[in-house]
């Protein structure tokens, strides 16, 4: 089962079990996607689907740490609320370990010796842990490897 037919049966499950807050959210991610496919008039698969939902979190995430700032926790009390249903559908997110033999890999893979070389592990490293590791993070991680 793909990744947007088991969002769209959860909805059904979660219409019959009138649960009001998932079935939102889980209306929100189903539209985030047909917005995308009719855009780019295809049909995405499981990794493009994912992508998209980890669009949602970063936007989420975003408006959360804006709501705080000014003092909304109202506002940021339903975006949080909306990131952990989001999160039942993303990957396991990969530890510090995982993600420093994936940069080692990448290293070793690419020949990369210098920060000139930045951009070929981080592509490395993105193939691999796509979804499951936050990108600016890792690639600061890199930069700091290659430049010590």
């Known amino acids: 089962m793909t990744?947007?037919?088991?969002?769209?049966?959860d909805m059904k499950n979660a219409m019959r079990?009138?649960?009001?807050?998932?079935?939102?959210?889980?209306?929100?991610?189903l539209a985030a996607i047909k917005q995308r496919e009719?855009?780019?008039r295809i049909e995405l698969d499981d990794?493009?689907?994912l992508a998209t939902l980890?669009?949602?979190?970063?936007?989420?995430?975003?408006?959360?740490?804006?709501?705080d700032a000014a003092g909304r926790d109202d506002l940021s009390a339903i975006e949080r609320a909306e990131m952990v249903v989001i999160e039942t559908y993303l990957p396991a997110k990969l530890d510090e370990a995982e993600i420093d033999a994936l940069i080692t890999a990448a290293i070793a893979e690419t020949g990369?010796?210098?920060?000139?070389?930045?951009?070929k592990v981080v592509a490395a490293v993105k193939?691999?842990?796509a979804g499951r590791a936050d990108m600016g993070v890792v690639s600061g991680r890199i930069k700091s490897r290659l430049a010590g």
């Open 3 to 9: 990744l947007k037919q088991q969002l769209t049966e």
């Open 112 to 119: 990369a010796s210098s920060p000139r070389d930045m951009g």
């Open 47 to 49: 990794v493009q689907v």
């Open 17 to 29: 079990a009138g649960e009001k807050h998932q079935l939102g959210v889980i209306r929100l991610m």
């Open 127 to 129: 193939e691999k842990a």
């Open 54 to 67: 980890e669009k949602m979190m970063k936007q989420r995430k975003d408006s959360v740490s804006q709501f």
């Open 38 to 40: 009719v855009d780019e």
